[in-house]
């Protein structure tokens, strides 16, 4: 009696290791417990900008995922391409380049390893970044970031009677460019005669100069002034504290106690958002390759009004209602970005 129960108990062990082979083994599914994700950063992890954005996103791919993670910082132009081959034949299912930079190193290395997913972080929406069945972009939407920040410009403007706002960003590059751009679209949906006065001070870093460029937009009427430029954006915020006005900001959220009276809004980006849930596709095997555009539906695109801010208090609502028009998808920034 003895051995029959044995033999039953090893007849289920074994019935049950073949149903658990028969559920994993041809799912096609990656495998998180598995997953090998390598970044790949052109400065330091600790710069506290976009280099330590991406490495933020690799510790939250780790965290969310169990992912084996590895990394390299600083990597000169000319070690571009070797990097991202050794992180392939080191046999890591995925290759994060954080940077638009990097296109033409992954470019020559993806179709080498068909078994490795290559990804180009920006945080510029217009970048065509996908490239055969590997390569793959995951973009944060900056055009619906600067189309918010537009429609509060356009409804507090409008409500103060003023027909001229500033927009100043830092460096001239597609992913502030963008940003500015569709902060002007964003202001023309709600009042196409209000003029937009743009500029570029051409650093992420030089807070003065900003604010200097921001001070010359109020002398020439501006009632409000938009800035997106890293670090520098607190210039922004200086200029109208300084000389009366309206500050709107980007990624800004830990600046609105200290700039109370006078920033009444920030719309933010989250690139670390952006990379968890497109690796989560993948990890899903709810995955093909192509350039991931990530907005507002997808959390990545999100807002913060100034609950003390006067300006704010008589126009949330109607950018509420902006930003669940983005949501249901009523409203399609894209379109009135291309008009």
Known sequence: MKKMRKLGLVLVLLLLSLVAVACNGDSGDKNSDDLRVALVVTGSVADNGWNQIGYNGLLEIEKAYGAEIAYNENTPVSQYNKIIRTYAQDGYDVVLAHGTEFKDAILEVAPEYPDTQFFITSSDRTAKIAQGDNLSGILADGVQQGFLQGVTAGYIAQNQGSKIVGAVGGMEIAAITTTVEGFET???????????????????????????????????????????????????????????????????????????????????????????????RLVDGDFENGDFIMGVKEGVVTMDMSKTQPDMQKVEGKVQDIYDGIMSGEINVTEEFNK
């Not at 980007?250 to 968890?276: G, P």
């Open 186 to 280: 964003g202001v023309h949906y709600v009042d196409p005669s209000i003029q937009v006065l743009k500029a570029y001070t051409g650093s992420f870093d030089d807070i003065n100069k900003l604010k200097e460029q921001a001070i010359t937009f109020i002398q020439q009427g501006a009632t409000i002034i938009m800035s997106t430029a890293n670090a520098a954006t607190i210039g922004g915020f200086e200029a109208t504290a300084d000389k009366g006005g309206v500050s709107i900001g980007a990624n800004a959220t830990s600046l609105m106690d200290q700039f109370k009276d006078n920033l009444a809004f920030t719309a933010n980006v989250s690139m670390v958002k952006a990379m968890s849930t497109v690796i989560g």
